[in-house]
C-alpha cells in the first residue's frame, strides 16, 4: 500500500554482448552486472531474433531496464536454445544445425542379358556383347595373314621372272630364218633349243605348281585361322552366357 502513488523512474541500459563460436555451437554472452536470474527474460522471435528483456531496482522509485532483440544466425537450430546465468554473465548457447553428407551410391552394374536363340535366328543381334580376343592375339594373326600375303605376292612375282627369262632365252635360240642348209652347227643349235624349251616347260611347270602348292597353303593356313577365331569367338560367348545366368540365380 506504501506504493500507491509513486511514480517510478526507469533508465534503459544497453548491455554489451558478443557471440563466441563454439565446434557445435554458437553462444551469445551478455555483461549484466547487478542482475539476478529471475529479473531476466530470454525468448526468441519468429523472425529469428533472440529478445532480451530485464529490469532491477537501484533505490527509492529508480529503476534500470534492457531491452534488445539480437538476430540469430541461420546455422543454428532456434528450437533448441539455453541459457544459463552466471557471474553477472548470460549465456545463451545455440546449437549448430547439423548438415548430413548425402553418401553417394556406387552405380549398380547392369548385367547384360542374351536374347533367345530364336531371336538371333530370325536377324536380331543379342544384347550381350561378345568379347573379342585379346589385342595381342589379334595382332599376331594379323601380323601372320599380312606375311603370308607378302610372300604368295612375292612367290608370284619370281614365277613370272622365271618364265620371262626362260622366254627371252629361247627367242635368241630359237627366232631367226637358216640362211642355208642345216648343217653341224643348226643341228645343235636346234638341240640346244630344244633342250632350253624342255626346260622352259620344266621350269613352267614347276613354277606353277609350286605356287599351286603355296596358293593351297595359303587358303589352308587362312582357313584355319578363320576356324580357331570362330572358336575362340564361341567359347568367350558360351562363358560370359553361364556367368550371367549364374549371377541371375
Given at each position: 500500500?506504501?506504493?500507491?502513488?509513486?511514480?517510478?523512474?526507469?533508465?534503459?541500459?544497453?548491455?554489451?554482448?558478443?557471440?563466441?563460436?563454439?565446434?557445435?555451437?554458437?553462444?551469445?554472452?551478455?555483461?549484466?552486472p547487478g542482475f539476478k536470474k529471475e529479473q531476466l527474460k530470454v525468448s526468441v522471435t519468429a523472425t529469428r531474433k533472440l529478445r532480451l528483456t530485464?529490469?532491477?531496482?537501484?533505490?527509492?522509485?529508480?529503476?534500470?531496464?534492457?531491452?534488445?532483440?539480437?538476430?540469430?544466425?541461420?546455422?543454428?537450430?532456434?528450437?533448441?536454445?539455453?541459457?544459463?546465468?552466471?557471474?553477472?554473465?548470460?549465456?545463451?548457447?545455440?546449437?549448430?544445425?547439423?548438415?548430413?553428407?548425402?553418401?553417394?551410391?556406387?552405380?549398380?552394374?547392369?548385367?547384360?542379358?542374351?536374347?533367345?536363340?530364336?531371336?538371333?535366328?530370325?536377324?536380331?543381334?543379342?544384347?550381350?556383347?561378345?568379347?573379342?580376343?585379346?589385342?595381342?592375339?589379334?595382332?599376331?594373326?594379323?601380323?601372320?595373314?599380312?606375311?603370308?600375303?607378302?610372300?604368295?605376292?612375292?612367290?608370284?612375282?619370281?614365277?613370272?621372272?622365271?618364265?620371262?627369262?626362260?622366254?627371252?632365252?629361247?627367242?635368241?635360240?630359237?627366232?631367226?630364218?637358216?640362211?642355208?642348209p642345216l648343217s653341224s652347227k643348226d643341228d645343235e643349235k636346234d638341240k640346244i633349243g630344244a633342250k632350253w624349251f624342255e626346260k622352259y616347260k620344266?621350269?613352267?611347270?614347276?613354277?606353277?605348281?609350286?605356287?599351286?602348292?603355296?596358293?593351297?597353303?595359303?587358303?589352308?593356313?587362312?582357313?584355319?585361322?578363320?576356324?580357331?577365331?570362330?572358336?575362340?569367338?564361341?567359347?568367350?560367348?558360351?562363358?560370359?552366357?553361364?556367368?550371367?545366368?549364374?549371377?541371375?540365380?
Open positions: 500500500m506504501a506504493n500507491i502513488g509513486v511514480e517510478w523512474v526507469y533508465q534503459e541500459f544497453e548491455p554489451a554482448t558478443r557471440w563466441n563460436s563454439e565446434p557445435d555451437a554458437e553462444v551469445l554472452v551478455a555483461d549484466l530485464g529490469e532491477r531496482p537501484t533505490g527509492g522509485n529508480k529503476w534500470i531496464r534492457f531491452h534488445q532483440e539480437i538476430p540469430v544466425p541461420l546455422t543454428v537450430d532456434i528450437d533448441s536454445v539455453s541459457a544459463m546465468f552466471k557471474d553477472n554473465k548470460l549465456y545463451i548457447r545455440h546449437p549448430k544445425l547439423k548438415t548430413e553428407i548425402p553418401q553417394t551410391k556406387p552405380p549398380t552394374p547392369v548385367i547384360m542379358k542374351t536374347r533367345d536363340q530364336h531371336e538371333i535366328k530370325q536377324g536380331q543381334s543379342p544384347k550381350a556383347m561378345v568379347e573379342k580376343p585379346s589385342g595381342g592375339k589379334t595382332d599376331q594373326l594379323k601380323h601372320d595373314g599380312q606375311q603370308l600375303k607378302h610372300d604368295a605376292q612375292q612367290l608370284k612375282h619370281d614365277a613370272q621372272q622365271k618364265a620371262r627369262e626362260v622366254v627371252q632365252s629361247g627367242k635368241k635360240v630359237l627366232t631367226g630364218e637358216p640362211k642355208g620344266e621350269a613352267t611347270g614347276n613354277v606353277v605348281k609350286e605356287a599351286k602348292n603355296k596358293r593351297q597353303l595359303l587358303c589352308n593356313l587362312a582357313a584355319s585361322v578363320s576356324l580357331v577365331l570362330l572358336i575362340l569367338l564361341y567359347a568367350r560367348n558360351a562363358v560370359r552366357s553361364s556367368l550371367v545366368w549364374k549371377s541371375e540365380e
